[in-house]
């Protein structure tokens, strides 16, 4: 990692700096640590994949609001999808949550 570093620091003044390689290379080197973190923590992922499908169906479900019909309905939607899914990737199970939360509501 160290040479891989250093490389990108010796090659940065000899391209384009308006490039998306001089662009790349200035984030990650100025992400450096947390990019060499997995080096010495067995526990972080060195890709973010695992992350990545816990959260897509969350996602895919708050894209999906934006047909609701009207902005409000929308967002309401996409508010309340978030609370199952979260719910779920807490191993809670979002139907009784949301039944349990709605009749507190009713409830007072």
Do not use: C
Request: charged share 25%; hydrophobic share 40%; proline share 2%.
């Amino acid at each position: 990692m160290t040479e891989l570093f250093d490389l990108w620091q010796r090659a940065l003044p000899r391209i384009s700096g308006k490039s998306k390689l001089a662009e790349a290379i200035r984030y990650a080197t100025s992400r450096r640590s947390i990019f060499e973190s997995f080096l010495t923590d067995g526990r972080i992922e060195i890709h973010s994949n695992i992350v990545e499908r816990a959260i897509r169906s969350q996602a895919i479900t708050r894209k999906n609001s934006l047909f609701a019909g009207t902005d409000g309905g929308g967002r309401i939607w996409a508010t309340i999808a978030t609370l199952l899914q979260t719910a779920k990737m807490n191993n809670v199970d979002p139907q009784v949550w949301l039944t349990q939360t709605l009749e507190r509501i009713a409830n007072g």
